[in-house]
């Protein structure tokens, strides 16, 4: 299962407000043996925010999003959610008992607007003002705001996908080529992602007064030893040289 991030709202694109998410969600994950495949960051726009939920949407990926589900106009993302899915906007029980058992008749006529979500949701408990997020399939979208979504984060995780853990790859080696351009290793490379498809490679150029490539295979062991003494090959035939920083 590929994990992505929907991260919402006009104040980031702006920079009125900088993002707290993306890096604590990588760190959640990790705890968990689990990385990121996709982040997106987009403001609140109807057709942009349709846009790419229909794109997540149409993924049978777990999806984490934040922001926008509030009850002010610039707040569209439960509304957006309902269009894309082709589902009604419609006020949910359980939403509506948490709302007014905080607020009593203060959430109305504005608070129980949050109550509204896309038929067929099922709530995230929210343990700061029993404002609920909601899931939607595999899609769970929560406030912007941090100290609320990130609770959500680890309840979603430990009571619906208990068992998802260890799926980043097992092992990972790094080297460092120096005295060598990344245009030397470009056919072992391609060799390497035809004859291993389930590696990972990453090759990152650093420049400065001592340059070098940062290369980097991740997936099961064998394979990536494999695959490594194949580029250690090339290295020594063009006269480049490597160091393992491997973690």
């Not at 003002?129 to 899609?139: A, I, K, Q, W, Y």
């Amino acid at each position: 299962m590929n994990i992505g991030a929907l991260i919402i709202g006009d104040e980031l694109l702006s920079g009125k407000r900088q993002d707290q998410h993306f890096n604590y969600l990588q760190t959640v994950l990790k705890n968990r043996g689990l990385e990121l495949s996709w982040t997106i960051i987009v403001g609140d726009e109807s057709q942009q925010l349709q846009r790419f939920l229909a794109f997540s949407l149409a993924s049978n990926d777990l999806v984490f999003s934040f922001g926008g589900i509030g009850a002010t106009p610039d707040d569209r993302t439960r509304q957006s959610v309902a269009k894309v899915a082709e589902v009604p906007l419609l006020p949910h029980s359980e939403a509506v008992s948490e709302i007014e058992a905080q607020y009593g008749g203060d959430a109305y006529p504005n608070r129980i607007l949050m109550a509204e979500l896309p038929e067929g949701s099922r709530i995230i408990p929210n343990s700061i003002n029993r404002v609920p997020g909601f899931s939607f399939d595999h899609h769970h979208f929560m406030p912007g705001f941090p100290e609320m979504s990130w609770p959500m984060i680890e309840w979603v995780l430990d009571n619906l996908y208990p068992d998802l853990k260890n799926l980043i790859p097992e092992f990972e080696q790094i080297i460092y080529i120096t005295h060598g351009r990344e245009s030397d290793f470009i056919e072992v490379m391609k060799k390497i992602v035809v004859d291993y498809p389930a590696l990972r490679l990453s090759s990152l150029p650093h420049l400065g007064d001592k340059p070098f490539i940062e290369l980097s295979l991740r997936g099961n062991r064998t394979q990536v030893c494999e695959a490594m003494t194949m580029i250690k090959v090339v290295i020594e035939q063009v006269g480049s040289s490597w160091s393992d920083h491997s973690i």
